[in-house]
């Protein structure tokens, strides 16, 4: 669990490449420099840890790549304090970033696995989640609504609407959507059945998985 003055050093240069990428808010490029992303990786994978890519993890998902976290991070523009439901808690990395924006995260996985592996491994690096929850994140967390803001960090073929009607008014919603190749897209609630839809371009993200059971 070592976080050494190299990893510190990679870090800040992968912080460059996501400026160079587009990427303007300072407090997550701040959150990327801080969070050991390593520590979050199999160790086979060290070497790679902080190159601008996804990587495989557990139970045959991936930690995203930089880009895309700071990307979708960019777009909920959080506040401290604000209400986050994340749908795909993974590694936690993301989550991680979330918690070190001040967020209250409530983040759900899919996968037991990964929900077991992550909800032991983020207290111990100090990255406090309100609630991880091993569950189905099509259906969101009725019980926690209304949000301030809601990511979803794996391609959903359509979208949930559990996951719209659950969105403060005024709250955003940012979601990759489609099969192959998906859209990111953000929707801003603007009331209590009027939403406002933004599309920025293809990202690749594995499949978000539906309780069959």
Do not use: W
């Amino acid at each position: 669990m070592k976080d050494t003055f190299k990893h510190q050093g990679l870090r800040q240069q992968l912080v460059a490449i996501l400026e160079a990428k587009g990427i303007k808010d300072k407090n997550v490029l701040g959150a990327i420099g801080k969070i050991p992303r390593h520590l979050f990786m199999d160790s086979g994978f060290l070497d790679h840890a902080y190159q601008d890519k996804a990587f495989p993890i557990a139970a045959d998902q991936t930690i995203s790549q930089p880009y895309t976290v700071a990307f979708q991070t960019e777009l909920l523009q959080i506040t401290p304090d604000d209400k986050v439901l994340e749908i795909g808690t993974g590694s936690g990395y993301q989550t991680a970033v979330l918690c070190l924006l001040g967020a209250k995260v409530y983040s759900i996985e899919r996968q037991h696995e990964l929900y077991k592996k992550t909800s032991k491994f983020l207290p111990k690096l100090g990255y406090r989640a309100k609630k991880l929850i091993f569950g189905d994140g099509y259906i969101g967390l009725e019980d926690e609504a209304p949000f301030d803001s809601i990511i979803v960090t794996a391609g959903a073929p359509f979208v949930p609407k559990p996951l719209l009607s659950q969105l403060k008014i005024g709250g955003r919603l940012v979601i990759p959507v489609g099969d192959e190749v998906q859209v990111m897209t953000l929707f801003i609630r603007k009331g209590p059945k009027e939403f406002e839809q933004h599309e920025y371009g293809e990202f690749r993200f594995v499949p978000l998985l539906e309780d069959k059971n």
